[in-house]
């Protein structure tokens, strides 16, 4: 039998895993691509040679119980011709034609035209039909108490959804409305935003059947695994010494900061979890008229659940007022949207300051863009890690004041 040794070297700077990566890529050329190995532990400092038998190395896979991947449909002809039969079967259509992707995070949305109307095809990321039934009756609570929101289209067996190979999907009907991007966000659209979001959480949500999450089995070892999770996907799927070193750079980064902001033990928030959460609040996910005032469609209820209020209202802040960065024109941004919605739901200093680290440990305890830009090779994440990276670099330093400029005088 032969064997081989390496030796890691790694030090403090974690790039440097892009050592071990480098040699797990040679062995698994070596093996024609066949096998793997697991490196050790990737968030220790690790001097100690790696014995491996080179007859004998084994494939693992790795997994995360954290929420499924994003994906593209990524069909051929012959399962895009399936599809169509299928959708002509199911809702009536004589022609179909497909459009553009739309793409998505939380589902993949494809627009189409049957009989020469326009429908928005969605897939979606949970193949558990009790969920998707579960969203469904959040469009229909929704669109009863009259938002913007619009349920699916009934097919012939009355259902808001079909199967078709593992996937569940949906057709929605086509809003004709526009995504307001961080600079064409107005005081008179933020305002409008502030209002519908106050209003959502005043819903008596209780009979949806909405889970409130487990925030205390979010432990600081459940991080830490989630995290070497991904530092394993890297060594084994590489995207380029670059991008490998950056998001390897992000999750130390992240960790770190974690504890900067909890020495001994993530928090649990003790705050009540009983409003209508819509868990993906931004820009993104609201369509305004041609006039930018009023808000025509709401968007994305993939990730709804009880919670506190507070959990949309920072998340709108972090990824619509201030995604590009913390100039004053952003916290202006920041303060509208907040003056406006503390007119109807007042929220105290403490409150204010408990959600921005309630944000902070989502965000720093999630890697959700990280998994997905290796699983799926989605390069046009990339600019989000950046983005993080950025944001980590702020709040290192400016935590207090960036809270101060949300507290409203």
């Excluded at 009756?137 to 259902?159: A, E």
């Excluded at 998001?247 to 960790?255: A, C, F, N, P, R």
Aim: charged share 20%; glycine share 6%; with cysteine.
């Amino acid at each position: 039998m032969s064997w081989i040794t390496v030796t890691r070297a790694m030090g403090a700077h974690p790039p440097s895993y892009g050592d071990c990566s480098s040699f797990i890529n040679g062995i698994k050329r070596f093996t024609r691509n066949e096998t793997t190995i697991r490196p050790c532990d990737p968030l220790k400092p690790c001097h100690t040679p790696i014995v491996v038998p080179l007859v004998t190395i084994r494939f693992i896979t790795y997994t995360t119980t954290s929420l499924p991947l994003p994906f593209d449909l990524n069909m051929n002809n012959r399962e895009q011709r399936v599809l169509s039969d299928r959708l002509q079967k199911l809702y009536g259509f004589d022609s179909i034609q497909w459009g553009d992707p739309l793409g998505g995070l939380n589902s993949w949305n494809q627009e189409i035209q049957m009989n020469g109307k326009r429908f928005i095809l969605k897939s979606y990321r949970s193949s558990q039909e009790e969920e998707i039934k579960r969203i469904e009756r959040i469009f229909l609570y929704l669109n009863t108490h009259h938002f913007p929101v619009f349920p699916p289209i009934l097919s012939i067996h009355n259902l808001g959804h079909f199967l078709l190979n593992g996937r569940i999907f949906g057709i929605f009907p086509k809003i004709e409305g526009e995504i307001l991007h961080e600079p064409a966000l107005t005081a008179d659209a933020l305002q409008a935003v502030s209002k519908m979001l106050a209003q959502l959480h005043q819903l008596n949500p209780h009979s949806l059947g909405l889970h409130r999450p487990n925030l205390q089995a979010l432990t600081r070892e459940k991080i830490e695994y989630n995290a070497r999770q991904i530092l394993f996907l890297i060594a084994e799927k590489s995207l380029g010494e670059k991008i490998d070193k950056l998001v390897t750079g992000l999750i130390y980064e992240k960790l770190a900061f974690l504890t900067q902001l909890f020495p001994s033990t993530p928090p649990f928030f003790d705050w009540q979890m009983n409003h209508f959460v819509h868990g993906d609040f931004h820009n993104e996910n609201i369509l305004f008229d041609k006039n930018h005032q009023k808000i025509v469609g709401l968007l994305d209820f993939e990730a709804t659940h009880l919670g506190h209020r507070l959990e949309d209202v920072m998340h709108f802040i972090f990824l619509a007022c201030c995604n590009s960065g913390y100039k004053e024109i952003n916290f202006e941004k920041a303060k509208t949207f907040m003056k406006a919605y503390t007119a109807i739901l007042p929220l105290s200093e403490e409150e204010i300051s408990l959600g921005v680290h309630y944000e902070l440990f989502k965000e720093m305890s999630s890697f959700f863009i990280e998994r997905s830009l290796f699983e799926n090779g989605t390069l046009f994440l990339e600019p989000f890690i950046e983005r993080d990276l950025k944001k980590i670099a702020f709040f290192k330093e400016n935590l207090n004041y960036f809270i101060h400029k949300l507290i409203l005088k």
